[in-house]
């Protein structure tokens, strides 16, 4: 998947328009983009801190006379490069004075706090340039340039367009129902990876353990103990990827609610033609499509099963090893509010129907595995004792074994669904929640379309379309997984070994529920972002359709999903930091040339200006060997003074090591007599011109 992830800038909608422009770009870049905004942070600290030096130093700067603690600070001041240069000095003048009266040393520790905290807060700052890509997390484009719906039945003709329908939906269920039993379960235990979409599972919004009965409260076990399942709403961008502004977005709800049925008045048995009992169950019947159009014989059961008797009467020793239990199940469509019959499931009883949803019913049985205890479970009633004596190692002797009290229990299923325009409010924007067939035509008004015409240039419009068409071309639905799986999509197949069922919760249908409707939402995940990548597969590529309009592409090309292998940058994070960060360098060293400017042209502060070149290392140095009056210096109000080239400076007097001291005596003479003139007491223009230094006191100093 990593290969097809779209790399260069594009907006995440789920940050806003401001924060949202984001820039994708592989792992190894990311990291060297990281590590270059870390050393241009501290660069701009370092630059930042020549300003607040600049401007202070400046503001200190007076012509009066002051005591050493005022000069020494000056000097730090000036030449300071950093805040971590800044503070160790700082502290090494107050340790060095720590004997004067607080007073004196006040503004000397402010200073000392201003350099910690510029440096604590860069410091902070560059370790937090990380931040500029963690914030925006690992989310990711999809190219959307293999994108389009599976239509393996459609390109197929006969046996082998179904038979390769079966293994494409396998694969895909295969995948989701995985995903579901390791990121949906509590604590995310297993090995497999949950960080492959947007979310690492959908919501589950409310799950209702008393929730009332679907169907009428007479077939129902328990009219007041039974299990409502709500996504609540599914926002397209947020949480399914589809990445897109608020008015192009849609939301989606799912509702699944289950209860276990009443068996007694719905069953009839029967004697085949092998001799052997089986049990009926009348829950509906099946229009028969092999009669002519008009009179269709009728199949008025549902299901049909091995009685009891048949499925225990060879239970024991080696066969119950491999054994497991049964799980069967027929379903039954609702297309404007009516079971749809033909074509799509069974007719339901009246008791069973309800016109605001798909019906799926699933018959569990023992098929002659044996129960370590009895089980009150609604779905797992086993009561009945066998006969039979379990022996297990880890057991203290030897214990019952139980069996189902019916040949099967059936659980009766209601699937809802619901659109809605997110560029309304809920209470208005929204379909009915209903069946999938009645809950997509119910949306469509509000998406500007019609039954007859469903298309639109609206981005909104071909959203939903498009999701609709994807979770109608992949097996999202509880009879897609009972079908495939059969028992192995119980929960309780954790607890199964060697043809024993070991002890079980009294709510253990909660559980396998509850797993079938996450696999529905691992399936839903997984669809949108299978649906991206589809004509890339190998297998199943060629079966695929290609969007239909520039308005399909786009919404394939705005497929969120999250990537290890790449890293994602806020744009507005990254120019934030590098158009404040530049203009910081800029400021930095414009400052000094335009105050420079000011009192070349306007004499602006001159004390202050000539007191900020004068502070400088050479400068200081310069005014140390010029009280000799062993040479001449030029360049004496630039950063860099010079003398002539064959001048010779004086060296140390070294004869008291407590107190070293420039020696007034030259110990060799210049090459060339006459060039350095050891008399002269001043210093020199570039062009040999006597310089003339005002200082604002009303002192002149001819120079």
């Given amino acids: 998947m990593d290969e097809n992830i779209y790399l260069g800038t594009w907006t995440n909608w ?20 990281i590590a270059f905004t870390a050393s241009f942070i501290a660069f701009v600290a370092a630059r930042f801190w020549r300003i607040l030096c600049f401007v202070l130093h400046r503001s200190f700067s007076t012509a ?65 340039s990380s931040s500029i890509s963690t914030s925006v997390g690992n989310e990711v484009l999809l190219n959307g340039a293999n994108c389009g719906l599976p239509s393996v039945t459609y390109a197929i003709p006969g046996v082998e367009g179904v038979a390769a329908q079966t293994q494409f939906a396998s694969e895909q269920l295969s995948q989701a129902f995985n995903y579901a039993q ?74 699944l609610q289950c209860a276990p049925l009443q068996t007694k008045g719905y069953t009839s048995e029967v004697v085949e033609k092998d001799n052997r009992s089986y049990v009926r169950y009348h829950y509906g019947e099946f229009p028969r499509d092999s009669q002519p159009a008009g009179n269709p014989i009728t199949q008025d059961y549902i299901y049909q099963v091995e009685d009891i008797k ?25 297309i404007n509010r009516v079971a749809a019959g033909y074509g799509a499931g069974f007719v339901p009883i009246a008791e069973l129907f309800n016109p605001d949803g798909d019906l799926l019913v699933a018959f569990l049985s023992g098929n002659g595995i044996l129960f370590s205890q ?34 099967a229990l059936p659980l009766g299923c209601v699937e809802r669904w619901q659109w809605c325009n997110s560029a309304y409010p809920k209470d208005r924007g929204c379909g009915p929640l209903a069946s999938r067939n009645d809950a997509f035509f119910g949306a469509v008004p509000l998406f500007n379309l019609t039954k007859e015409e469903p298309n639109s240039t609206s981005m909104a419009a071909n959203a939903f379309i498009w999701a609709s068409f994807v979770l109608d071309r992949y097996p999202i639905n509880v009879p897609s997984i009972v079908g495939y799986f059969g028992a192995k999509s119980l929960e309780s197949q954790s607890r199964l070994n060697s043809g024993i069922q070991w002890p079980l919760p009294n709510n253990q249908w909660h559980a396998d529920v509850k797993l079938w409707f996450t696999a529905v939402l691992a399936m839903v995940q997984t669809s949108f972002v299978e649906a991206v990548l589809s004509r890339s597969s190998p297998e199943f590529g060629r079966y695929s359709h290609p969007p239909d309009n520039a308005q399909e592409q786009k919404i394939c090309d705005s497929q969120k999903i999250r990537s290890t292998a790449h890293t994602s940058f806020s744009l507005f994070g990254l120019c934030f930091t590098f158009i404040l960060g530049g203009i910081i360098i800029f400021t930095s060293y ?7 400017l000011l009192y070349k042209w306007r004499r602006y502060k001159p004390y202050a ?22 040479v001449e210096w030029s360049r004496c109000t630039t950063e860099v003074p010079t ?58 100093r001819n120079c």
């Fill in 14 to 33: 789920s940050r806003g328009p401001i924060f949202g422009p984001t820039l994708t770009i592989t792992r190894v870049q990311g990291n060297l983009l």
């Fill in 64 to 128: 009066s006379h002051r005591h050493t603690l005022h000069h020494q600070r000056q000097v730090i001041l000036r030449n300071s490069s950093a805040p971590e240069s800044g503070l160790l000095s700082l502290v090494r003048l107050l340790v060095a004075w720590r004997g004067l009266p607080m007073k004196h040393l006040t503004v000397l520790a402010s200073l000392a706090l201003l350099s910690f905290s510029c440096l604590a807060g860069f410091t902070v700052a560059g370790g937090f």
């Fill in 182 to 255: 390791q990121c949906y379960s509590t604590g995310k235990l297993g090995s497999m990876q949950c960080n492959k979409f947007v979310v690492d599972h959908l919501p589950i919004g409310s799950a209702n353990e008393n929730a009332s009965c679907p169907f009428q409260d007479s077939i129902c076990r328990t009219p007041g103990s039974n299990l409502q399942l709500d996504t609540g709403y599914i926002d397209s961008n947020d949480l399914l990827g589809l990445n897109a502004p608020q008015d192009e977005r849609f939301a989606w709800r799912y509702v």
């Fill in 310 to 334: 048949s499925q225990y009467n060879k239970v024991g020793g080696p066969l119950l090893s491999g054994t497991n239990l049964k799980l069967g199940s027929n379903s039954a469509n609702t």
């Fill in 374 to 407: 009895p089980t009150d479970d609604g779905w797992y009633i086993a009561t009945s004792q066998t006969g039979t004596k379990l022996y297990y190692t880890s057991v203290n002797g030897s214990i019952n074994a139980y069996r189902p009290d019916e040949a």
């Fill in 590 to 596: 414009a400052l000094e040339p335009t105050m420079a």
């Fill in 609 to 630: 200006q000539l007191e900020w070149i004068s502070n400088t290392n050479l400068q200081l140095h310069r005014l140390a060997h010029e009280e000799l009056g062993l």
């Fill in 643 to 700: 003398t002539h080239p064959d001048a010779l400076l004086a060296n140390l007097d070294i004869s008291n090591p407590e107190r070293p001291v420039l020696s007034r005596e030259a110990t060799d003479k210049p090459e060339k007599p006459g060039t350095a003139d050891t008399s002269y007491d001043g210093c020199r223009s570039n062009d040999g011109a006597t310089q003339s230094i005002s200082w604002g006191t009303g002192l002149v």
